[in-house]
C-alpha cells in the first residue's frame, strides 16, 4: 500500500461518472435486474410450462428450507466443499509457490507445467476425471487393480464420488493460489530473511515466523476470492456426476438449476437461488472484514 | 541472497543425495499434474477398438480428430466460442479498466459506494441471476443470439476485473498524473495517456485470464443458448451423456477445445505472472 494517497484531481464528479457508467449500466441490466425479477418470480406460482404468477408469499422459501434434501446435504456438502477445496488448493498452492520460488535448472519449465490446469476447463477437467475413474475402463481402477488392491465404482459411490469432485477443484485452483502467492512471495522484502539466515534461524522457523506472516494479507485475499467461487461451483459436479448418485452430491448451484429448470419450477428454483445467495453474502461480508482486519493491522 | 541454506529434511544426506531427491519430486509433481492431460491426449490418439485398454497397445490413430472436425456442429461451437471470448475479453477490458481506474484515484462516498456494489455482486452466486436472466433474455429477443450470451459475459467480469484493476492503478504513482494536469493535460489525457500506458502489462494479464474464463465458461451457454448458438464447452458436455462410450472422441473433442487456450496461456503466462502481483 502506498501512503499518503489523497484525492489527486479533487471533486471531478462527471469524470467519474462517466469512468463508471458502462459498468454500472451493464451491471444493472444484467444482475441488478435479473435479481429483482427472480426475487419477484420467488414469491409466485411460476412454472416454466403454466406461468401462473399469482402471488404464494414466503410458500417457495418454506418449502426450500424445510426440504429435507436442502437441509441435510445440499447445505453441508456444498460448505463441506467449501471448506476442503480452499484448503486443499491452499495448501498444495503455498507448497509449489515455496518451490518455485527458488532458482533451480528447469524453473521456468517446472512452472509451465504446474500453470496447466489454469488452461483447462472444469468441464474438460471433469471429463478427464471421469474417464479416469471410470470404474470399469478407467486408469485408476486399472493401476489399483496392477498393484493388487480392489477397484471401486468411484463415481456411484457417495464418499468417493464427492473425494472425486474435490480432487477435481483442487487440481483445478492449485495454479492460481500457486500464481497469486508466487507473486507475493517475490514481492517480499529480503532484508529480514538475510538477517534470519545470518542468526542461523531454521529453516521451518523462517517459515512459520517470517513467510507465512508476511504472507498472510495475499493468503486471505486468495481465499476469499476461491471461497466465494467455490460456494457457485457448477460446472464440474453438473459433468461428473450430475449430483448423483441420487442426489448426494448436490452442491448449491446444481440444486437451484434442478429445481428451475429440470422440475420446472422457477419459483421454487429462484427461491433456492436467493436463499443461497443471501447464505453467501452473511459469509461473504464476513469475510470482507476479516480481510478489512488482516490488510490494515 | 546467500546461496547456502539449511535444508530443512534430510539434512543427513550429502548434498548429491539431496539434489537427486529433489529432481525426483519435482518430476513426480510435475507427472502428477500434468497426468490427466497426459492422459487425455493419449485417449485421443488410440483407435476405437485400443480406447478401453489405453495403457495397453501401441496403436495410434488420428482418426478421432478427422472423426470429429466433420461434425457441423462442433465447429461451429468452436468458432462461436472464440468469438465470443475475443469479444468479451475486448469490451470487458474497455469497461473495467476505467472503472478499476476510478476506484483507485478518487476516495470518497462515491467511489467506496461503487467499490460495495462491486464487492457485493462479486459475492452473488452466478445460479441467482442467471435463471431469471433466462427470462430476461427472451423477453428481450436475446435468448440463444451472440449479443444475450456476450453482454452477460462482460457484465460477469465487471465485479472482480475491477476490483483488480483497482490494484493494478494503486501499484502505479499517480504524481505522473498530477504533473500532466498541471501541464494543462486533461482528465481523460492524463488516464489515457500517462497511467494508461503504464498498466499494460496487467492489462495484457487481465486479457488472457479473460479470455480463459470465458472461452472455459459453462453456465452461461447451458442456460442462455439453446441450438442456434452452440459454444463448446455445452457440445462437449452434451456429447459426455450422448457419446457416453465413444471417449476417443471425446477425448479428441476436448484435445482440441483445449488447443487455444494452451497456447494463450503459454504466450500469456509472462504477462500473467508479472501483472498479478496484488
Redesign the interface.
Known amino acids: 500500500?502506498?501512503v499518503g494517497?489523497?484525492?489527486?484531481?479533487g471533486e471531478?464528479?462527471r469524470?467519474?461518472l462517466?469512468?463508471?457508467a458502462?459498468?454500472?449500466l451493464?451491471?444493472l441490466?444484467?444482475?441488478v435486474?435479473?435479481?429483482a425479477?427472480?426475487a419477484n418470480?420467488s414469491f409466485r406460482d411460476w412454472a416454466l410450462y403454466n406461468p401462473k404468477k399469482i402471488w404464494v408469499g414466503l410458500a417457495h422459501y418454506e418449502a426450500v428450507l424445510t426440504d429435507p434434501a436442502f437441509l441435510e446435504v445440499v447445505l453441508p456438502n456444498t460448505f463441506l466443499f467449501m471448506v476442503v477445496s480452499v484448503f486443499g488448493a491452499l495448501v498444495v498452492g503455498l507448497s509449489?509457490a515455496l518451490?518455485l520460488n527458488r532458482p533451480?535448472w528447469?524453473q521456468r519449465l517446472?512452472?509451465?507445467?504446474?500453470?496447466?490446469?489454469?488452461?483447462?476447463?472444469?468441464?474438460?477437467?471433469a471429463?478427464?476425471?471421469?474417464?479416469?475413474f471410470n470404474d470399469?475402463?478407467g486408469?485408476v481402477n486399472?493401476v489399483l487393480e496392477g498393484l493388487g488392491l480392489e477397484g471401486q465404482p468411484w463415481l456411484v459411490q457417495r464418499w468417493t464420488a464427492f473425494g472425486v469432485i474435490l480432487l477435481t477443484d483442487i487440481?483445478l485452483w492449485t495454479p492460481w493460489f500457486t500464481?497469486?502467492l508466487?507473486?507475493?512471495l517475490?514481492?517480499l522484502p529480503?532484508e529480514p530473511?538475510?538477517a534470519a539466515?545470518i542468526d542461523?534461524t531454521?529453516?521451518?522457523r523462517v517459515f512459520t515466523h517470517l513467510t507465512l506472516p508476511m504472507l498472510q494479507p495475499?493468503i486471505v485475499?486468495c481465499v476469499v476470492?476461491r471461497a466465494?467461487d467455490a460456494?457457485?461451483t457448477?460446472?464440474i459436479v453438473?459433468?461428473l456426476t450430475g449430483g448423483g448418485p441420487g442426489r448426494s452430491t448436490e452442491l448449491?448451484?446444481l440444486y437451484?438449476?434442478v429445481l428451475?429448470?429440470l422440475n420446472l419450477d422457477?419459483g421454487r428454483?429462484?427461491a433456492a437461488?436467493?436463499v443461497?445467495?443471501l447464505i453467501?453474502?452473511v459469509?461473504?461480508?464476513g469475510m470482507?472484514r476479516l480481510v478489512d482486519r488482516v490488510t490494515k493491522s | 541472497m546467500a546461496m547456502v541454506r539449511q535444508p530443512l529434511l534430510f539434512g543427513w544426506m550429502p548434498l548429491i543425495g539431496r539434489r537427486a531427491l529433489f529432481a525426483l519430486a519435482l518430476f513426480a509433481i510435475c507427472f502428477l499434474f500434468a497426468f490427466p492431460v497426459l492422459w487425455l491426449i493419449l485417449t485421443s490418439l488410440r483407435p476405437e477398438s485400443g480406447v478401453y485398454y489405453v495403457h495397453r497397445g501401441t496403436e495410434f490413430t488420428l482418426a478421432s480428430f478427422v472423426e470429429v472436425l466433420q461434425e457441423e456442429r462442433l465447429v461451429q461451437a468452436f468458432v462461436n466460442s472464440a468469438l465470443i471470448s475475443t469479444l468479451a475479453t475486448v469490451f470487458s477490458l474497455l469497461v473495467t479498466v476505467s472503472s478499476g481506474y476510478m476506484l483507485s484515484r478518487f476516495k470518497g462516498p462515491a467511489s467506496s459506494t461503487w467499490f460495495g456494489t462491486i464487492y457485493v455482486f462479486r459475492c452473488v452466486p452466478y445460479i441467482s441471476w442467471v435463471i431469471p436472466l433466462y427470462f430476461v433474455s427472451q423477453s428481450w429477443g436475446l435468448y440463444d443470439t451472440y449479443l444475450g450470451l456476450l453482454l452477460p459475459h462482460i457484465a460477469v467480469h465487471i465485479c472482480f476485473f475491477s476490483w483488480l484493476m483497482k490494484g493494478f492503478f494503486d501499484g502505479i504513482d499517480p504524481s505522473m498524473e498530477h504533473a500532466a494536469l498541471i501541464d494543462g493535460c486533461t482528465r481523460w489525457g492524463a488516464f489515457l495517456r500517462v497511467a494508461l500506458p503504464s498498466a499494460i502489462p496487467a492489462i495484457a494479464a487481465l486479457g488472457v485470464l479473460c479470455w480463459l474464463f470465458t472461452w472455459n465458461e459453462f453456465l452461461f451457454a447451458l442456460i442462455l443458448t439453446g441450438n442456434k448458438v452452440p459454444m463448446i464447452t455445452v457440445v462437449m458436455a452434451q456429447f459426455v451423456t450422448e457419446m457416453g462410450l465413444r471417449w476417443n472422441l471425446m477425448a479428441a473433442t476436448a484435445v482440441l477445445a483445449l488447443v487455444p487456450a494452451f497456447l494463450l496461456a503459454l504466450f500469456g503466462q509472462k504477462y500473467v505472472i508479472r501483472g498479478l502481483r496484488i
Open positions: 500500500m502506498a494517497r489523497r484525492p489527486i484531481f471531478q464528479q469524470f467519474m462517466f469512468l463508471i458502462p459498468a454500472a451493464l451491471l441490466l444484467f444482475q435486474v435479473p435479481i425479477i427472480g418470480a509449489l518451490l533451480f528447469g517446472v512452472q509451465t507445467i504446474l500453470l496447466v490446469p489454469l488452461m483447462v476447463a472444469p468441464v474438460i477437467a471429463i478427464m476425471m471421469r474417464w479416469m470399469q475402463f486408469i486399472a487440481w500464481l497469486l508466487l507473486a507475493g517475490q514481492s529480503k530473511f538475510e539466515e542461523g531454521s529453516t521451518w495475499v485475499v476470492i466465494i460456494f457457485r457448477f460446472d453438473w459433468t448449491f448451484s437451484a438449476y428451475a429448470f422457477l428454483g429462484s437461488a436467493i443461497g445467495g453467501i453474502l459469509v461473504g461480508i470482507y
